[in-house]
Nanobody, 126 residues
């Protein structure tokens, strides 16, 4: 059983940056495929990006490409999401998730991820 706890959200102006963290306990994050999702008010939860269990492969949704970067800090057992050039449409609750069964490729589907954090709010506004 893994517990995931996100942090780092907040209010940022358009064009600003934030780094989200997802601390894991109970499992070593770097041994599993993990990802970030977000959910804006009134919308479905959507894929942001993910990193393979090996760390050698990442995948991003189109809105995140070129602006967001996923990485891991193995020493802290933490998944990171660095976000640059934030836009108002990035406003959402951001969730980290673990796909503990996948060994090949990455999934963009929420149903494939079996562990979730509680989320952290990101608000982009002037």
């Amino acid at each position: 059983q893994v517990q995931l706890v996100e942090s780092g959200g907040g209010l940022v102006q358009p064009g600003g940056s934030l780094r989200l963290s997802c601390a894991g306990t109970g499992r070593t994050i770097s041994l599993y495929s993990t990802g970030w999702f977000r959910q804006a008010p009134g919308k479905e939860r959507e894929f942001v990006g993910a990193i393979s269990w090996s760390g050698g492969y990442t995948s991003y949704a189109d809105p995140a490409k070129g602006r967001f970067t996923i990485s891991r800090d193995s020493a802290k057992n933490t998944l990171l999401l660095q976000m640059y050039n934030l836009k108002p449409e990035d406003t959402a609750v951001y969730y980290c998730a673990m796909d503990s069964r996948r060994r090949i490729g990455l999934s963009e589907k929420t149903v494939e991820y079996d562990s979730w954090g509680q989320g952290t709010q990101v608000t982009v506004s002037s």
